[in-house]
């Protein structure tokens, strides 16, 4: 799981938060990375160096993923 910054709500805490109330555990269920920025975390991810990754819905709606 990749992730910007500790302290953004919408690409670490949001995520991390929604993946406990699933009973999804850091370290126990998945490896937690930080990267610094959204768009760090969609490029991690699109290279395959992340499974999953957490950003906001602005860059969603930029790079198409929202409609």
Known sequence: MVC?????TS???I????L???GVKTKDDYNGRLVG????VALTVQSGKGD????????????????
Not at 4 to 8: E, L
Not at 15 to 18: A, F, G, H
């Open 4 to 8: 910007g910054d500790s302290a953004s």
């Open 11 to 13: 690409s670490h805490l």
């Open 15 to 18: 995520p991390k938060c929604l």
């Open 20 to 22: 406990a109330e699933q």
């Open 37 to 40: 920025a959204h768009d760090v």
């Open 52 to 67: 999953a990754g957490g950003i906001g819905f602005e860059l969603m709606g930029a790079l198409g993923l929202m409609q």
